[in-house]
């Protein structure tokens, strides 16, 4: 009995461990080529989540990427989601597809409530995620290496007034709230000055 209830302790710090480090590794497209193993992070996360837990962003960013493969640009935990007040991340990607998508993704299971093309917002295609040098991925490592904790939005901010950032909210294990800028350019974190 002893070593039944040891091996399933293991397997599931293995899924839930392993599910994390590849969806965080696989955040950015590839081309296709990390899809099997951003697939695979999705599907480890869905079944280890235990209930009352919330959703990482690594793992909401591994299943919006299961859903549609590309890039994402913006990532945000909505406590007020407008289809039945659950929580839920709300996540816009740049698909392979080159058209723009909104994914939602259940904080609760990891499971995608929605996935819909989306075309009113022409004005982010002069900044395709890829004219950004640093990463999301890069991005949030950057503002959590500054201020430990949790992630609660990011996005990439194309203010034309402005060199192009990430908008990085982080909360940290105090409970402060850090709204913080990362440079898309050098990944540079500075705090966001404009709410003071």
């Known amino acids: 009995m002893k070593r039944t209830i040891a091996i399933s ?13 590849t969806a965080v590794a696989f955040a ?10 951003v697939t695979r992070s999705a599907d480890r996360a869905e079944q280890s989540r235990a209930t009352g837990e919330r959703v990482t962003l ?3 960013l591994a299943a919006a990427l299961k859903s549609v ?3 994402v640009t913006e990532a945000e935990l909505d406590d007020d989601d407008d289809d039945g007040g659950r929580t839920v991340w709300e996540l816009d990607v740049y698909g392979t597809d080159k058209a723009w998508h909104d994914v939602t993704v259940d904080a609760g299971s990891a499971k995608v409530l929605s996935a819909r093309d989306d075309d009113d917002n022409d004005a982010r295609d002069r900044h395709a995620p890829r004219s950004a040098a640093v990463s999301l991925k890069a991005a ?29 909210d982080v909360t940290g294990e105090d409970g402060t709230r850090y709204d913080l800028n990362v440079e898309a350019s050098t990944g540079k974190v500075t705090v966001d000055r404009d709410d003071d």
Do not use: F, Y
Request: aromatic content about 2%; overall charge negative; hydrophobic content about 35%.
């Open 140 to 168: 949030v490592d950057a503002a959590t290496g500054a201020h430990p904790g949790t992630v609660t939005s990011v996005n990439l901010d194309d203010d034309e007034d402005e060199p192009l950032r990430w908008e990085v």
């Open 58 to 60: 690594d793992e909401a």
């Open 69 to 71: 493969p590309g890039t």
């Open 9 to 21: 302790a293991v397997t599931a710090a293995v899924l839930v461990g392993g599910g994390v480090a």
């Open 28 to 37: 950015d497209d590839d081309g296709g080529k990390g899809r099997d193993q």
